[in-house]
C-alpha cells in the first residue's frame, strides 16, 4: 500500500502538500423511498461509518520535477487497477485511503505546473 507523501512520492519537502482553497465533498450514500401520501422514508446499506464517503478537489501548484513525480504516482496507482493509496488531508485527524481516478495537469510556464486532481475516499481492508 502506497502513501501520498513526500517520501514515497519523491518529491522535495512540502512536494506534495496542496495549495490552500482546496474542496472537501460528503455524499452520503443514502436510498429514499417516497409513498403517495408525502411519507418519505430513508435507509443507508452496509455499514453506517462507509456511507459517507469525502471527495477532495485539490490543487498543486510545483516545480515541474515535483510535478512530474505527483503525477508519476498517480500513473502507477492507474497501472495497478487504481490502487488505493494512504492520504490525510489538511485539517484532518488520521489518514484515509483514497483513489485517484482523474486528474489535468498544467504548465502555466518554464519549470512550474499546476496538477489538479480529485481524490475520492474508498473503504476497504488493509
Known amino acids: 500500500m502506497a502513501t501520498f ?7 522535495s519537502a ?23 401520501d408525502g411519507y418519505e422514508h430513508r435507509i443507508i446499506f452496509g455499514l453506517a461509518q462507509h456511507q459517507n464517503p469525502k471527495i477532495f478537489n485539490l490543487t498543486f501548484e510545483k516545480s515541474q520535477s515535483d510535478a512530474q513525480k505527483i503525477e508519476d504516482f498517480f500513473d502507477a ?21 483514497f483513489v485517484c481516478e482523474n486528474w489535468t495537469k498544467t504548465i502555466p510556464y518554464l519549470n512550474r505546473a499546476t496538477i489538479k486532481a480529485t481524490f475520492r475516499e474508498v473503504f476497504e481492508s488493509s
Open 14 to 36: 512540502g512536494g506534495t502538500t496542496p495549495t490552500y482553497g482546496q474542496q472537501k465533498r460528503s455524499a452520503p450514500n443514502v436510498r429514499t423511498v417516497q409513498f403517495a
Open 5 to 11: 507523501d513526500d517520501d514515497n512520492v519523491g518529491t
Open 77 to 97: 496507482r492507474a497501472n495497478a487497477n487504481f490502487e488505493s493509496f494512504d492520504y490525510q488531508p489538511a485539517g484532518e485527524s488520521s489518514t484515509s485511503k
